[in-house]
């Protein structure tokens, strides 16, 4: 007897759930739908990606449908375009046996016109991005003030996104006494927000422990020098040759960066960020879900509602400004009952954040080492050997074996082998003999923290001088911003920023020192050679725990947005702060800014005595240091 049969579906249900092969549901679908049938509930529910929660409510809904009833009863909000479309196509296969149940996909970057049409010609079920939705009811296009039950699918996703407003909005435009059912793999505050304003006693919900990962994931960190990543990245695909991955970056800059490199290095590779159009991110994951993609490279936003089988790893090239995103990027991997491998790649100033991910996910760590050119080499041989292996033969060939033989004529078995397999091996041996191991270039306890001969230590500030300033087009904010997206720092590790026209000062927290001159010194800025020295002034004084003050005298309430672009905070990839524009190709300044945060620079006349006084002392000590590095490029 299917399993499926016991949960209270009917008839139309279960023929569709044999078609599509399911036998045994999962455990959210064995929680939630029971008490969705049997009761006119609230519910929360909280489950990882990838553990069937679109069936978990999908099944339900399509059964409280009456579809004599041609007016809209259920509206489903997601995050994003895919999962919007996603979450359509299934409910339409769920439904397959029930005549007259209409589902109709409501998102940006489509017809406005054509989706209200296909609404008024009778849509039961509406799925919709939040931004889209609001601006249909803005516009009279849709009602929605009649349904029974709402739907927040990612709901930790959207309230992520920016969308906490709209989702708001479009709540308070439908009946009080509808049924609300919240999806999410975490809880966060605004979720709880949302629960608590527009939810009545709801039911609950919860696979494993709250906020939790996936126990089919395991979870692997790599510690490398700041320059040393992108190798690192290399060496992890190169020991795992039947990876099927997805790369997260922080940025769409790094994002087209790192995806361009493996590509270089002959990876089948493709970036997917909010700057490309949306053809060709269909084009990108429809290459993806085909494995014509091997290695898929892509920022949070524009990866969120991906949902492709079998990826066996989640990178973590860089970690995301907020720690629960974690969540939902080691989602991606593991699913359907299925073993994945979540691997982070860190310097040592991040490795705090290790820590931190492991109180949410409730799972440890275990720390690898990359490993080296020689173990590299012989997963290859091994894996070129099993491939050799197993290919069926081709019997079309067997016209050419005369000629073939001819060829060959002469060699003896090891020596054919030996050629067969050098053909494929040879740029391995040749790449990893003239490359140095990483594998002890940054390893150690979790516990070591970066230190100078100088001894910083975490909560101590540590100042520095840097060649570049006004000179370059850089004001306060600029190099703010672009010494954050170079180091992966978070919004508040980088303060007390001052410029000068040919030189600046700037602070971070003492653990960061490392990093710092590691990844910049030597930086090549559009052939500018940047250089970076510990400034023995402390730079305007102030301690770890006063409030922090840039030169401008304010206090440092500059960067309170999520992205490494810092300030801002964007509902989308393509309309957040990033690095991929402006005249450095390093930011781009968000216009949306207030002009008092835009046109402040260091020589502003608002800024304090004292703060200018004590970098005038600083300028005297390293003016002479920076016109000799002038001299010196």
């Not at 997206?485 to 653990?511: A, I, M, Y």
Request: a neutral charge; aromatic letters at 6%; one cysteine or more.
């Amino acid at each position: 007897m299917n399993k499926f049969e016991q949960l209270g579906l009917n008839e139309s249900l279960l023929l569709a759930i044999k078609d599509l092969g399911f036998e045994n549901p999962s455990e959210v679908q064995e929680k939630a739908i029971p008490v969705l049938l049997e009761q006119n509930t609230d519910l929360v529910a909280l489950a990882q990606t990838g553990t069937g929660k679109t069936a978990a409510f999908g099944f339900p809904l399509i059964q409280k449908i009456n579809v004599e009833d041609r007016s809209t009863q259920a509206l489903i909000l997601s995050p994003t375009r895919e999962l919007c479309l996603q979450i359509t196509n299934e409910i339409k296969l769920y439904s397959k046996y029930i005549k007259g149940l209409n589902t109709v996909a409501v998102y940006g970057g489509a017809s406005i016109t054509d989706q209200a049409r296909d609404i008024r010609r009778g849509a039961q079920v509406i799925v919709a991005t939040p931004g889209r939705m609001q601006d249909m009811i803005n516009r009279g296009l849709v009602n929605i003030k009649n349904i029974s039950i709402c739907i927040l699918d990612e709901a930790d996703e959207m309230l992520n996104m920016g969308f906490y407003d709209d989702i708001v909005s479009i709540l308070s435009d439908t009946p009080d006494d509808k049924n609300t059912w919240l999806f999410s793999a975490t809880m966060p505050a605004e979720v709880a927000r949302i629960a608590k304003k527009f939810m009545k006693d709801p039911a609950e919900v919860t696979v494993g422990h709250k906020n939790s990962g996936s126990k089919t994931v395991s979870h692997e960190f790599y510690l490398v020098n700041a320059r040393d990543r992108y190798e690192a990245l290399k060496r992890l695909a190169d020991s795992n040759p039947d990876i099927f991955s997805v790369v997260f970056c922080r940025t769409k800059r790094d994002t087209q960066s790192v995806a361009e490199k493996l590509i270089e290095d002959g990876y089948s590779a493709a970036a997917l960020h909010g700057d490309l159009s949306q053809a060709q991110r269909d084009g990108v994951m429809k290459s993806f879900r085909g494995r014509q993609i091997q290695m898929l490279v892509a920022t949070d936003v524009a990866a969120r509602g991906i949902d492709v089988e079998n990826i066996t790893h989640v990178v973590n090239y860089q970690l995301p400004d907020e720690i629960e995103t974690y969540n939902h990027r080691s989602g991606r991997t593991g699913r359907a009952g299925k073993t994945g491998t979540s691997i982070v790649i860190i310097t040592k100033s991040e490795l705090r954040k290790i820590s931190s991910i492991e109180r949410i996910i409730q799972q440890k760590f275990q720390e690898k080492t990359i490993p080296s050119g020689i173990e590299i080499c012989e997963i290859q041989l091994l894996h070129l050997a099993n491939k050799i292996k197993d290919t069926e033969i081709d019997h079309e060939i067997d016209n050419y074996l005369p000629a073939i033989n001819e060829v060959l004529d002469g060699l003896t078995k090891e020596e054919l082998i030996k050629k067969m397999v050098s053909v494929e091996f040879n740029r391995f041996i040749a790449y990893y003999k003239k490359n140095r191991d990483l594998s002890g270039s940054n390893s150690g306890e979790r516990s070591e923290r970066s230190t100078s001969p100088r001894e910083f230590k975490s909560g101590d500030d540590v100042r520095y001088f840097i060649n570049i300033g006004s000179r370059d087009d850089f004001d306060w904010m600029q190099l703010k911003d672009f010494i954050k997206e170079t180091l992966d720092l978070g919004r508040d590790d980088v303060f007390k920023v001052d410029v000068k026209e040919g030189f600046s000062f700037f602070n971070t927290d003492g653990e960061h020192m490392t990093k710092v001159m590691e990844t910049l010194n030597g930086f090549d800025m559009n052939g500018r050679r940047i250089n970076v020295e510990i400034s023995k002034n402390e730079g305007g004084g102030g301690s770890r725990n006063s409030p922090r003050r840039d030169h401008n005298g304010r206090g440092g309430r500059s960067d309170r947005g999520s992205g490494g672009g810092g300030g801002f905070r964007g509902r989308s990839d393509s309309g957040s702060r990033d690095s991929s524009g402006g005249g450095r190709n390093f930011t781009k300044r968000d216009s949306s800014a207030p002009a008092s945060e835009r046109k402040r620079t260091s020589s502003s006349d608002e800024a304090p005595r004292r703060e200018r006084k004590s970098s005038d002392g600083e300028s005297k000590g390293f003016f002479e240091k920076a016109k000799r590095s002038r001299r010196s490029e």
